[in-house]
């Protein structure tokens, strides 16, 4: 069981990435799943949290209206699009399901001003 995140990378403030988040093992429709970020020298955060029955809840005041989750239950993955992208949100960002205590080992943003 685990999941694979990719779509990190380098970009100019202001920019986009689109993050992808594939499971395998199990069934990500089924399961309550979030994306979390960690900062250099901070804990974790959650950014958005997915639940099985589609509703999708933000938590970083700061992400809110510029990053959108999304589910593709056919390719069993989540979609973080992150559209003006600030220094600020440079970090590691990953998948986590708390019920499952799994996390994926994440892909790198980094964010120049």
């Known amino acids: 069981v685990q999941f694979v995140e ?4 380098l970009v100019q403030s202001g920019g986009s990435l689109t993050l992808s988040c594939v499971a395998s093992g199990l069934n990500i429709a089924s399961n309550d799943v979030s994306w979390v970020r960690r ?37 069993n993955a ?16 990953y998948c986590s399901s708390d019920p499952l205590g799994i996390s994926g080992r994440g892909t790198q943003v980094t964010v120049s001003s």
Do not use: C, H, W
């Open 6 to 9: 990719s779509g990190g990378g």
């Open 39 to 75: 900062a250099p020298g901070q804990g974790p955060e959650r950014v958005s949290r997915v639940y099985p029955d589609g509703t999708i809840r933000y938590y970083a005041e700061s992400i809110k209206g510029r990053f959108t989750s999304s589910r593709d239950n056919a390719k």
């Open 78 to 93: 989540l979609f973080l699009q992150m559209n003006d992208l600030m220094p600020q949100d440079t970090a590691l960002y």
